[in-house]
């Protein structure tokens, strides 16, 4: 149902409740090892399902042509690399510059860009991030311990169920003559929310 700013709710809430239900019911019969289901939800939400959106901002760092696609058209541009389909029918991608860094949020529920990014991580959701990020976006940016430079202009994008956001982070220096799979391992999650930065040379993704 949507509210009046046409912002749909999800239907995720009503989906988690159902699977806590599930998991609940194995626990208790002990057919799942809870340890081993929150082993499998990192990897879908930090190492899997990032991985998609990591290969999109790594191929827009090296090929011009498919960057200016994915800015202009980025629904399309990402359905090109095989990634689509529900919660990310209808992307955005917007770019870092030097003067300019992005930070998506969803201020009424939950919406996210599963294709390229996965499960949301748990902060995201929190009501505590969806209304700070937008009245203290650099505070937030702070506290997860990314200070920018004072003349640095954030500009805050509000997911809805009609729009969800891709964050370009910055190519990293010293990254030139690295392959596109070298790039994406410096591509994380966080920076593609615009919580964080892609990681530097010496922390992943080193030339070999």
């Not at 499960?119 to 995201?124: A, H, I, R, S």
Request: charged share 25%; glycine share 8%.
């Amino acid at each position: 149902m949507n509210d009046k700013s046409g912002h749909a709710h999800s239907e995720l809430p009503e989906v988690a409740l159902r699977v806590r239900a599930l998991e609940t019911i194995l626990v208790d019969k002990g057919y799942v090892d809870p340890a081993a289901l929150d082993a499998i939800v990192e990897t879908y939400e930090i190492k899997i399902g990032p991985r998609n959106g990591a290969r999109v901002v790594a191929k827009a760092w090296t090929d011009a042509r498919f960057r200016e696609r994915l800015l202009t058209n980025a629904t399309s541009a990402i359905g090109e690399l095989g990634f689509g389909g529900r919660q990310g029918e209808h992307m955005v991608a917007v770019e870092n510059t030097p003067k300019q860094h992005n930070l998506i949020v969803c201020t009424l529920c939950s919406c996210y860009p599963w294709p390229v990014l996965g499960l949301p991580p748990v902060w995201y959701k929190s009501p505590a991030y969806r209304s700070r990020a937008v009245l203290d976006p650099r505070g937030v940016l702070a506290e997860f311990g990314l200070t920018l430079a004072a003349d640095t202009e954030i500009r805050v994008w509000d997911s809805t169920a009609e729009l969800r956001y891709l964050v370009v982070p910055m190519r990293p220096e010293k990254t030139d003559g690295f392959s596109e799979e070298q790039l994406a391992a410096l591509v994380t999650r966080d920076s593609m929310i615009g919580v964080g930065l892609a990681l530097s040379p010496q922390f992943g993704g080193e030339k070999s």
